[in-house]
């Protein structure tokens, strides 16, 4: 049964208070109510991240983003019938409510029917030269370089596999006999592992066309030099809410031009804006990808994921971006891998 006390929050509470209260149990919902605890919305891990592509910041009122029009069941509903509601929502979780309107439960669909894992294969991109990382890399690839005493692609395969994630494909190219050497088949880390080996370099997503069939259901595709402390099991929830063909993580970069910026038409000054700052979302190196967007990969050709998401637009397909706004870390130069290092705390659960 749900913690009903710590998924309440009054409007005015903030997004960050959400946050917290999201992260404090397995309920993973927030139900917004009056004094009276009469429903007035909910938010979830989606809404938040939704409500950050907008915008909105960690402080602003929890209302800004809360969904205004959740679906409920009474009380005493009959579990087929929640189960239709849920089913019907794609949703994971109902608020139940009494006569009045008052909440007085959170019902899960884990406690409705068994809960299952992910079936989503993985595949990560393992094949990269790490240029910038020498000298290190000449003595082993950059998925092998040590985070404390385990290499960085060892700490990905075990967050994904705690996940409930089973089922790896790893691309490989540069040094590939160690990665396997160390991988395997996957067994003494408890999931499947193949390999996806590139004869030349395919770039951030030509690897894909190497899979041995299609998969069924959205593949998770992640760059192997990265460390986050992402929810992957939100990323598939938004992947499926969004009805997209492809979701790519997004990481939000800010900068400050350091000079006063002149805005000019010709020789005439039109305005001068002080040191302004620049908000961007940036590539994450994280994506799902549903089986028909594979159509669009060169069989055997480089090609970069971004040009896939190109492909997908141009096409008029349907695609989304999922705000990281947990850990994540892209271990490119020297200075990231001492930064890993010195963030060792974080996967000691890892």
Same mark, same amino acid.
């Given at each position: 049964?749900?913690?009903?006390?710590?998924?309440?929050?009054?409007?005015?509470?903030?997004?960050?208070?959400?946050?917290?209260?999201?992260?404090?149990?397995? /309920?993973?919902?927030?139900?917004?109510?009056? %004094?009276?605890?009469?429903?007035?919305?909910?938010?979830?891990?989606?809404?938040?991240?939704?409500?950050?592509?907008?915008?909105?910041?960690?402080?602003?009122?929890?209302?800004?983003?809360?969904?205004?029009?959740?679906?409920?069941?009474?009380?005493?509903?009959?579990?087929?019938?929640?189960?239709?509601?849920?089913?019907?929502?794609?949703?994971?979780?109902?608020?139940?409510?009494?006569?009045?309107?008052?909440?007085?439960?959170?019902?899960?669909?884990?406690?409705?029917?068994?809960?299952?894992?992910? =079936?989503?294969?993985?595949?990560?991109? %393992?094949?990269?030269?790490?240029?910038?990382?020498?000298?290190?890399?000449?003595?082993?690839?950059?998925?092998?370089?040590?985070?404390?005493?385990?290499?960085?692609?060892?700490?990905?395969?075990?967050?994904?596999?705690?996940?409930?994630?089973?089922?790896?494909?790893?691309?490989?190219?540069?040094?590939?006999?160690?990665?396997?050497?160390?991988?395997? =088949?996957?067994?003494?880390?408890?999931?499947?592992?193949?390999?996806?080996?590139?004869?030349?370099?395919?770039?951030?997503?030509?690897?894909?066309?190497?899979?041995?069939?299609?998969?069924?259901?959205?593949?998770?595709?992640?760059?192997?030099? $990265?460390?986050?402390?992402?929810?992957?099991?939100?990323?598939?929830?938004?992947?499926? /809410?969004?009805?997209? /063909?492809?979701?790519?993580?997004?990481?939000?970069?800010?900068?400050?031009?350091?000079?006063?910026?002149?805005?000019?038409?010709?020789?005439?000054? $039109?305005?001068?804006?002080?040191?302004?700052?620049?908000?961007?979302?940036?590539?994450?190196?994280?994506?799902?990808?549903?089986?028909?967007?594979?159509?669009?990969?060169?069989?055997?050709?480089?090609?970069?994921?971004?040009?896939?998401?190109?492909?997908?637009?141009?096409?008029?397909?349907?695609?989304?971006?999922?705000?990281?706004?947990?850990?994540?870390? =892209?271990?490119?130069?020297?200075?990231?891998?001492?930064?890993?290092?010195?963030?060792?705390?974080?996967?000691? /659960? =890892?």
């Amino acid at each position: 049964m749900a913690n009903i006390e710590r998924c309440l929050l009054p409007p005015t509470a903030t997004i960050r208070e959400a946050v917290t209260a999201l992260e404090a149990g397995e /309920e993973k919902i927030v139900v917004v109510v009056d %004094a009276g605890r009469r429903l007035l919305g909910t938010v979830t891990d989606g809404d938040i991240r939704r409500g950050i592509l907008r915008g909105h910041g960690l402080d602003d009122p929890v209302a800004e983003v809360m969904f205004r029009k959740p679906d409920w069941a009474p009380m005493d509903a009959r579990r087929e019938a929640m189960l239709g509601i849920l089913a019907a929502a794609q949703k994971r979780q109902l608020p139940l409510l009494d006569a009045e309107g008052r909440v007085v439960d959170v019902k899960l669909i884990d406690e409705l029917v068994p809960p299952r894992r992910p =079936d989503n294969w993985v595949v990560l991109m %393992a094949g990269g030269l790490g240029t910038r990382l020498r000298p290190l890399t000449q003595e082993a690839p950059k998925p092998l370089l040590t985070v404390g005493s385990r290499p960085i692609l060892e700490i990905i395969v075990s967050a994904l596999a705690r996940a409930g994630f089973s089922r790896f494909f790893i691309s490989v190219n540069y040094k590939a006999a160690m990665v396997k050497a160390h991988f395997g =088949d996957g067994a003494r880390f408890g999931v499947r592992i193949d390999y996806l080996e590139e004869k030349a370099a395919l770039g951030t997503a030509g690897a894909l066309s190497l899979l041995p069939e299609r998969p069924t259901r959205p593949l998770l595709v992640m760059n192997a030099d $990265l460390l986050t402390k992402l929810d992957f099991n939100h990323l598939l929830d938004f992947h499926a /809410e969004s009805g997209a /063909e492809a979701t790519m993580c997004v990481r939000e970069f800010h900068f400050q031009v350091p000079y006063g910026v002149v805005e000019i038409d010709g020789q005439r000054i $039109l305005g001068i804006e002080e040191k302004p700052e620049h908000r961007f979302f940036v590539n994450a190196g994280i994506y799902m990808l549903n089986p028909g967007a594979l159509e669009l990969l060169p069989c055997g050709e480089a090609i970069d994921m971004t040009d896939v998401f190109a492909r997908l637009i141009a096409g008029g397909r349907r695609t989304a971006a999922f705000p990281i706004r947990e850990y994540w870390l =892209d271990v490119g130069r020297p200075d990231d891998l001492k930064q890993a290092s010195s963030d060792l705390d974080l996967f000691a /659960e =890892d």
